[in-house]
Nanobody, 120 residues
Framework: QVQLVESGGGLVQAGGSLSLSCAAS???????IGWYRQAPGKQRELVAA???????YYADSAKGRFTISRDKAKNTVYLQMNSLKAEDTALYYC???????????????WGQGTQVTVSS
């Protein structure tokens, strides 16, 4: 069983930055961690992911603005979000899964979510 705890959400003005953290209780059962987000009335979407080996994936909406990184010693993954837009407003979830063939696959381990609100 993997427990994931997100932190770092908040309210920021458009153009600003936020950094999210995802602390995993264990990474034995997973080989990658992804960040998803879900805005009201929309489907949950994968924003970025990173494997234990350091491979990364970014959604087109995140490329050039978001950076995913990890601290292996702390079992923690970070999502640095710059140049935030109003459309980035969503509940952001941390997820445990697998990274294979350049694609990310969820194993169904979810955090409780952290709210990111970008005011325009």
């Amino acid at each position: 069983q993997v427990q994931l705890v997100e932190s770092g959400g908040g309210l920021v003005q458009a153009g600003g930055s936020l950094s999210l953290s995802c602390a995993a209780s264990s990474t034995i059962s997973i080989s990658a961690i992804g960040w998803y987000r879900q805005a009201p009335g929309k489907q949950r979407e994968l924003v970025a992911a990173i494997s234990k080996g350091g491979s990364t994936y970014y959604a087109d909406s995140a490329k050039g603005r978001f950076t995913i990184s990890r601290d292996k010693a702390k079992n923690t993954v970070y999502l640095q979000m710059n140049s935030l837009k109003a459309e980035d407003t969503a509940l952001y979830y941390c997820n445990g899964g697998n990274f294979a063939g350049g694609s990310y696959y969820s194993y169904g381990y979810w955090g409780q979510g952290t709210q990111v609100t970008v005011s325009s």
